[in-house]
Nanobody, 113 residues
């Protein structure tokens, strides 16, 4: 089993910054992709950013230039800058390996004045 634990969510004003972390533990495989997804109220879950085991990154158009994904061994980070109210959502950590997705429980990010 793989466990993913997110942290770092909270309330921030528009234009502010937050850093999310996700630590993976359990049956960790040597090569896997990790990423962040988010789900806003009444909307479907959507990709925010992913990072492959080799370091290749991918971002949703809506966050390019504002968010940065990085990883250190089995921990993945999401640095979020210039936050907007539309970034408000539950953010989920994802680990993808051989066609199987593992998910964290999510952390709430609220962008509001």
């Amino acid at each position: 089993q793989v466990q993913l634990v997110e942290s770092g969510g909270g309330l921030v004003q528009p234009g502010g910054s937050l850093r999310l972390s996700c630590a993976a533990s359990g049956s960790i495989f040597p090569f896997y992709d990790m990423g962040w997804y988010r789900q806003a109220p009444g909307k479907q879950r959507e990709l925010v950013a992913t990072i492959a085991s080799a370091g290749t990154t991918n971002y949703a158009d809506s966050v390019k230039g504002r968010f940065a994904i990085s990883r250190d061994k089995s921990t993945v980070y999401l640095q979020m800058n210039s936050l907007k109210p539309e970034d408000t959502a539950v953010y989920y950590c994802n680990l993808h390996y051989l066609g199987v997705d593992y998910w964290g429980k999510g952390t709430l990010v609220t962008v509001s004045s």
